[in-house]
Protein backbone atom coordinates (compact mmCIF):
# COMPACT_ATOMS: atom_id res chain seq x y z
CA UNK A 1 0.00 0.00 0.00
CA UNK A 2 0.81 3.30 -0.08
CA UNK A 3 2.70 5.74 2.97
CA UNK A 4 -1.00 7.20 3.58
CA UNK A 5 -2.21 4.17 4.21
CA UNK A 6 0.62 2.81 6.82
CA UNK A 7 -1.42 3.45 9.60
CA UNK A 8 -4.40 0.92 8.06
CA UNK A 9 -4.77 -1.83 9.89
CA UNK A 10 -6.28 -3.42 7.09
CA UNK A 11 -4.36 -5.44 5.01
CA UNK A 12 -2.38 -4.56 2.07
CA UNK A 13 -4.40 -4.09 -1.37
CA UNK A 14 -1.74 -4.65 -3.18
CA UNK A 15 -0.86 -7.92 -1.80
CA UNK A 16 -4.36 -9.15 -1.93
CA UNK A 17 -4.55 -7.93 -5.59
CA UNK A 18 -1.69 -10.33 -6.07
CA UNK A 19 -3.04 -13.34 -4.68
CA UNK A 20 -2.08 -13.49 -1.17
CA UNK A 21 -4.41 -14.52 1.26
CA UNK A 22 -5.99 -12.16 3.90
CA UNK A 23 -3.77 -14.04 6.78
CA UNK A 24 -0.69 -13.16 4.75
CA UNK A 25 -1.49 -9.63 3.58
CA UNK A 26 -2.62 -8.71 7.18
CA UNK A 27 0.65 -9.87 8.92
CA UNK A 28 2.98 -8.11 6.40
CA UNK A 29 5.68 -5.91 7.39
CA UNK A 30 6.89 -2.73 5.45
CA UNK A 31 10.08 -1.07 5.72
CA UNK A 32 10.88 1.98 3.84
CA UNK A 33 14.54 2.78 3.52
CA UNK A 34 16.51 5.86 1.80
CA UNK A 35 19.86 6.99 0.87
CA UNK A 36 19.78 9.21 4.02
CA UNK A 37 19.56 6.15 6.28
CA UNK A 38 22.59 5.49 8.09
CA UNK A 39 24.73 1.94 8.42
CA UNK A 40 23.77 2.53 12.35
CA UNK A 41 19.90 2.94 11.93
CA UNK A 42 20.03 -0.32 9.17
CA UNK A 43 22.04 -2.22 12.28
CA UNK A 44 19.32 -0.87 14.78
CA UNK A 45 16.29 -2.67 12.47
CA UNK A 46 18.22 -5.42 11.77
CA UNK A 47 19.09 -6.11 15.49
CA UNK A 48 15.17 -5.15 16.63
CA UNK A 49 12.69 -6.21 13.96
CA UNK A 50 13.85 -9.88 14.33
CA UNK A 51 12.54 -9.74 18.16
CA UNK A 52 9.11 -8.10 17.46
CA UNK A 53 8.37 -10.23 14.81
CA UNK A 54 8.57 -13.05 17.46
CA UNK A 55 6.48 -11.06 20.26
CA UNK A 56 3.85 -10.67 17.69
CA UNK A 57 4.10 -14.45 16.56
CA UNK A 58 3.84 -15.55 20.23
CA UNK A 59 0.13 -13.48 20.79
CA UNK A 60 -0.85 -14.46 16.39
CA UNK A 61 -3.71 -17.34 17.09
CA UNK A 62 -2.52 -17.67 13.23
CA UNK A 63 0.95 -17.89 13.77
CA UNK A 64 0.08 -20.50 16.73
CA UNK A 65 -2.29 -22.72 14.01
CA UNK A 66 0.62 -22.34 11.37
CA UNK A 67 3.17 -24.10 14.11
CA UNK A 68 0.71 -26.86 15.19
CA UNK A 69 0.13 -27.85 11.76
CA UNK A 70 -4.00 -26.76 11.62
CA UNK A 71 -2.78 -24.18 8.78
CA UNK A 72 -0.98 -24.36 5.58
CA UNK A 73 1.44 -22.00 5.01
CA UNK A 74 0.73 -20.40 1.82
CA UNK A 75 2.55 -17.25 0.46
Same mark, same amino acid.
Given at each position: ?33 ? %? ?31 ? %? ?7
Amino acid at each position: GSACTSGSLDPSHVLLAIGRVHDVAHGSLRLSLC %EYNTDEEIDHILKVVPQVVQYLRSMSPVWRDLQ %EGKRQYIL
